[in-house]
């Protein structure tokens, strides 16, 4: 149903372009054996549709159901859809206008002109808005622009409601022109304007560094009490533009294809900073009031926010392919890209930068090069490699932006650091048919990556060390196997393993010196999960058997783990993921058919924690569908589907030697959605259909994240978050539908 699957819209789009090319491409053969095509192509049909839809609840029963496809707000639609498809006869021309849910705000259009072979143009117009599902219940005043004020409540829920929408809408405009038979230039621009206010916040617990126990009036050497924190809920006010416009150029040869351009985007934030203002008292998390707003703490809150600044990129490409030999063919791509920030501080009510520096000044230069060959060497064996190497330099100025302690200290000012960095990347494959059936795949994949080593005017807290280096080694084996016209088999393996250079220590001002793993072990430490040791497996099998012409079953089982290690017994231990599924496909008549499927995944994640604890978090994802299509009446078509989507978290916790923790850990997080669609489709003529679609949603969801047993989570000013548990929601509609040629 087009205005429940917004998603899939723009590729519709694109897919109609395709298939007209294609079957103008070779209807001359298929015409042969159908002799309607030709005229098909030549006066292709378009169809509209007009219809009412009404939706049952209010604003809270279908915040979930609503999300993305407009129907939150009211409880009546208009749904209008259009194809309008048209061909010149005389001059080979198409005319293409399309158009989906342009009665709801997440409507799309497409108007494209074209002449196969020589050139086309076309423009396309989308809306699409996300309505946050949960509902905020605050005395915040201007809640979403770049002034709000806080104000508290006397206690959490007795506030006014206040629902985000974050709407996006974009404009692109393309063309292309084929100069000669060989030379063809492309060029598109698209403008997106993104505008709203989504979650965000802020929060300082002031016991827990130095810098933050001077931030909230402490005197020297003095540690505040860990109670002594506040959190605000301050939606981010959302303003921005982004411009995107690429030119290239197309060249095919007898042998080889190049294509040679450029690219550019430009991000763009009419909101620089978020200014808070503070009013009155707040609610400590032990329950006590903090004093007036002049308090230090208070007016910590108060400092400007930085939003996500302007920026932009230029990147010049060339690529392209050449036959070497009738069965072997390389590839190539090589591109530069340079991205800059240099958003005013001034400008967006930043103050207090270094001295002499009015912007960050921003600057990274990406060069790529990378290298494929494809080749059938002798019969019956395929071979491909690849090598990519990607050189990531930052030049982005150095300056003192960090205060770790007294400001009349000059030793306690550290510098920004920068994000250099080389990756290469290789893989080879060979594919060979074997006996009995069998065809066999082996690979190998690496990949290294070089980081600079921080400067030493900077400090990273909360690590104990890094790495300059990490190497990966992989191998893949698959074995494919046709046992039968009716059954294929395959199974595969993947390994890899990863390690690196020594780790760096990050003493400050020492310079960060290589050392042995022996030297920096820290039982307690904390070491960068991507940059740790990890050996990683995975397991997967695949079948497909067709028992009878009728019925068609696909399988599918994997298995996976990565282990991690470091110079440390805390952090990141390992993660494993199992999946398993069917799916079906029964052609019980001419007439009907049914589809079914049943998928599961099983996700786990274990963490130690430097505090004395195992962390075993468990997520569980299972879905069902069942669906039925048929033709009960030559004039009448019905389909039926009904999904079920299970996801469950599970938040373990073990004390280090496996018992349990004293408060038996967290609860889980449940989600549960049922969802049963029906339509029926009548042709009252020849070219008329009326359709009817009925939809019926029942969602639950059990979380503790924003509150636990009928006490909400509150901010330090009693603004609480709430989304309504059980939702039920049931969407009716009906359509004309009209074709012409």
């Known amino acids: 149903m087009s205005d429940m699957k917004p998603a899939n819209q723009t590729f519709a789009f694109s897919q109609t372009l395709l298939a007209l090319s294609l079957l103008a491409a070779f209807a001359p053969a298929q015409a042969e054996d159908d002799p309607d095509l030709l005229p098909r192509l030549s006066k292709p049909e378009s169809t509209y549709s007009i219809g009412v839809a009404g939706v049952s609840g209010d604003n809270n029963d279908r915040s979930i159901f609503g999300q993305y496809n407009g129907m939150r707000k009211d409880g009546g639609y208009l749904i209008l859809d259009l194809d309008f498809i048209q061909r010149d006869e005389k001059t080979g021309t198409w005319t293409i206008l399309q158009g989906r849910n342009l009665g709801l705000d997440n409507r799309e259009l497409n108007a494209t002109y074209w002449k196969q072979g020589d050139w086309k143009v076309s423009a396309e117009y989308n809306e699409l808005t996300r309505r946050d599902p949960r509902t905020i219940n605050t005395s915040l005043q201007n809640a979403g622009s770049v002034a709000p004020v806080v104000a508290s409540l006397a206690a959490p829920g007795t506030g006014g409601q206040l629902n985000l929408d974050l709407q996006r809408k974009g404009v692109t405009l393309s063309a292309e022109k084929w100069l000669t038979p060989n030379l063809q230039l492309e060029a598109s621009f698209k403008h997106e304007d993104k505008d709203g206010a989504r979650m965000f916040g802020r929060g300082i617990a002031c016991g827990a560094f130095a810098a933050l126990r001077n931030a909230c009036g402490a005197a020297t050497g003095t540690l505040l009490a860990n109670t002594n924190t506040a959190f605000l809920m301050l939606p981010e006010p959302v303003n921005s533009t982004t411009k995107q416009f690429e030119a290239k150029l197309n060249f095919t040869g007898e042998k080889f294809l190049l294509s040679g351009g450029y690219y550019g985007s430009f991000y763009t934030n009419a909101n620089g ?151 290469l990347t290789g893989k080879a494959e060979a594919s060979y048919p074997l006996p009995e059936n069998f065809r066999a795949t082996v690979g190998v994949d690496y990949q290294k990556i070089e980081r600079d080593r921080p400067v030493v005017t900077t400090i990273l807290d909360g690590m104990t060390g890094l790495r300059e280096d990490t190497r990966e080694e992989g191998y893949r084996i698959e074995l494919r196997r046709t046992m039968s016209e009716t059954f294929n088999a395959g199974i595969s393996y993947v390994s890899s393993e990863r390690d690196g250079s020594r780790w760096l220590s990050l003493v400050p001002g020492a310079g960060f010196p290589a050392v042995a793993e022996n030297t920096i072990y820290n039982r307690y430490g904390s070491f960068p999960m991507f940059l740790e040791d990890r050996n990683r497996d995975k397991v997967r099998i695949t079948a497909d058997w067709t028992p009878i012409e009728a019925l068609s079953l696909q399988f599918l089982i994997e298995d996976g783990k990565d282990t991690y290690t470091g110079p440390t017994e805390k952090g990141l231990r390992d993660t494993s993921m199992k999946s398993w599924g069917v799916d079906a496909a029964w052609k019980i008549s001419d007439a009907w058919k049914v589809t079914g499927y049943w998928n599961q995944g099983k996700q786990m994640v274990h963490i130690d924690h430097s505090t004395g604890y195992l962390a075993e978090l468990e997520n569980l994802n299972t879905t069902l569908g069942l669906g039925v299509n048929g033709k009960p009446l030559a004039m009448l078509e019905v389909g039926a589907d009904l999904a079920y989507l299970s996801d469950n978290n599970r938040y373990q916790q073990n004390m280090s030697n496996g018992s349990a923790v004293a408060a038996g850990g967290l609860p889980d997080v449940r989600y549960r959605q049922t969802t049963f669609k029906f339509f029926g489709k009548y042709a009252l003529q020849k070219n008329t259909d009326v359709r009817v679609d009925l939809i019926h949603q029942r969602a639950k969801l059990d979380e503790w994240t924003w509150g636990y047993n009928g006490i909400p989570f509150a901010y330090s000013d009693n603004s609480s978050v709430t989304l309504q548990p059980k939702q039920n929601v049931t969407y009716l509609g009906a359509t004309y539908i009209y074709r012409m040629r």
Do not use: C
């Open 273 to 423: 900073s978020l200014n808070p203002v503070v009013n009155g008292s707040l609610w400590n998390s032990n329950g006590s009031i903090f004093g007036a707003p002049s308090m230090t703490l208070q007016g910590f809150l108060q400092q400007p926010m930085a939003l996500p600044p302007d920026n932009q990129a230029h990147q010049f490409y060339l690529s392209g392919n050449y036959a070497l030999a009738p069965t072997t063919r390389a590839t190539f791509k090589l591109a530069y890209t340079h991205a800059t920030q240099d958003r005013d501080y001034a400008a967006t009510g930043m103050t207090g930068g270094p001295a002499g520096l009015s912007n960050l000044g921003g600057e990274v230069n990406t060069t790529l090069a990378q290298f494929g060959l494809t080749a059938r060497p002798i019969d019956k064996l395929s071979v491909l490699a690849n090598v990519r190497y990607e050189n990531k330099d930052d030049e982005t100025p150095l300056a003192l932006y960090n205060l770790t302690g007294l400001a009349s200290n000059p030793a306690s000012f550290y510098t920004n650091t920068r994000f250099s960095s080389k990756k």
